[in-house]
Each structure stands twice: as structure tokens, then as C-alpha cells.
T-cell receptor, first 112, second 110 residues
Framework: EAGVTQSPTHLIKTRGQQATLRCSPI?????VYWYQQALGLGLQFLLW???????NRGNFPPRFSGRQFPNYSSELNVNALELEDSALYLC???????????FGPGTRLLVL | RKEVEQDPGPFNVPEGATVAFNCTYS??????FFWYRQDCRKEPKLLMS???SGNEDGRFTAQLNRASQYISLLIRDSKLSDSATYLC???????????FGTGTKLQVIP
């Protein structure tokens, strides 16, 4: 069974640009979670989608947004990139809400 | 008080030692708990769930203390390959967000 996949693996952008990160959950999983992990720091919860709806969001500005598609894949958009947005962005999925989360390998975003 | 708190460490222990980590949580209504392991520059991977009755998987034992609102992870006979950051995770149920601790770093030394 394929795990959670994320693309791209690495992304380099300049300040002010927009970034789009993609995630495909494990087949059969309906919940997708996004996290930001800056270098040396813990996971910061960004967004949670379940059945196509945004269910909860962390303490991040509105320029962090996303969506979940009918096939349960998800997209994270970060507008007006700032240097401090440089981090590893992890996506996780779970079969039903609040059950065990399985992580993808992440997208490393570097903002120059 | 943080929702989930862990001692960041690092815990430097010799091979073969027993080491234990605690993780405290603030929401008494929290319903499920997990330990994840994260290797350097990799994604977190599920280590084990934490049940009310406690659970054991080989050298690893996880316990839950609801009265004092903490979970623990015990690692016996530490191996060099156990070196990683251990994250505790607390779920509050419904659509309350899942909260990860910031992790405890373990370094097993030869």
C-alpha cells in the first residue's frame, strides 16, 4: 500500500512569491493534516481537512490556506512568502478524524 | 501552560541503559495518545499508541496516567539506533486539533 506522498520534495522561492504544496493521502484516508516544522523546532499545526472541509486551523496568518479535493488529496498555498516561511512542510493523513496520523516525507521550502 | 509539554533533552544515555520520558497534557478531556519517533530531517513515524491499560512493544513500554495527566515512554536496553527525537501526541476528540509535543531528543552513545 502506498504511503502519503508529497510534491515537490524541495521548493525554492523568493520573498513575496506564492508556493503551492501538494499531498496525496493513503488510499481510504479522508483526513489530511498540514504541519510546519522550522529547523530545530517542533511541529506546528497548520490546517486540517476532512471530507473536503476545513475542520480546524492553527495559529497562522490567512496567507496560509489550502483545500481538499474530492479524491481527498490536498493542496497548501502560501501567499506573499516571507523568509521565516522556510521550513519543512509535512502532510499527514488518517482514516477517520483523530485516528493515527501517517506522515509523508515532506516538502522543504526555502524562501530567499 | 502549554497544551502538551515535553522535556527537550537531550538525554544522553549509554547503550544498554533504560531511559524514560514523560509528556504532560493540559486538556483533561483528551481522548487518545501516541508516541512518534522522528529521525533527523525525516518525517515523524508512529512508534506506538498509548492505551489506558498501558502497552508494551518489545523494548518499548507506554503508559497513561489520566489522574496526573501525563503519558510516559520507557525504552529498555537502549540501542544506538534508538537515537532520535520522540514526540508525544494528544488528541482531544471531535474536531479539536491534534497537538504534538515539541519532542524529547535521545542520544544513545556507545
Amino acid at each position: 500500500e502506498a504511503g502519503v506522498t508529497q510534491s515537490p520534495t524541495h521548493l525554492i522561492k523568493t520573498r513575496g512569491q506564492q508556493a503551492t504544496l501538494r499531498c496525496s493521502p493513503i488510499s481510504g484516508h479522508t483526513s489530511v493534516y498540514w504541519y510546519q516544522q522550522a529547523l530545530g523546532l517542533g511541529l506546528q499545526f497548520l490546517l486540517w481537512y476532512d471530507e473536503g472541509e476545513e475542520r480546524n486551523r492553527g495559529n497562522f496568518p490567512p496567507r496560509f490556506s489550502g483545500r481538499q479535493f474530492p479524491n481527498y488529496s490536498s493542496e497548501l498555498n502560501v501567499n506573499a512568502l516571507e523568509l521565516e516561511d522556510s521550513a519543512l512542510y509535512l502532510c499527514a493523513s488518517s482514516a477517520v478524524r483523530q485516528e493515527t496520523q501517517y506522515f509523508g516525507p515532506g516538502t522543504r521550502l526555502l524562501v530567499l | 501552560r502549554k497544551e502538551v509539554e515535553q522535556d527537550p533533552g537531550p538525554f544522553n544515555v549509554p547503550e544498554g541503559a533504560t531511559v524514560a520520558f514523560n509528556c504532560t497534557y493540559s486538556n483533561s478531556a483528551s481522548q487518545s495518545f501516541f508516541w512518534y519517533r522522528q529521525d533527523c530531517r525525516k518525517e515523524p513515524k508512529l512508534l506506538m499508541s498509548v492505551y489506558s491499560s498501558g502497552n508494551e512493544d518489545g523494548r518499548f513500554t507506554a503508559q497513561l496516567n489520566r489522574a496526573s495527566q501525563y503519558i510516559s515512554l520507557l525504552i529498555r536496553d537502549s540501542k544506538l539506533s534508538d537515537s532520535a527525537t520522540y514526540l508525544c501526541v494528544v488528541n482531544s476528540g471531535g474536531y479539536q486539533k491534534v497537538t504534538f509535543g515539541t519532542g524529547t531528543k535521545l542520544q544513545v552513545i556507545p
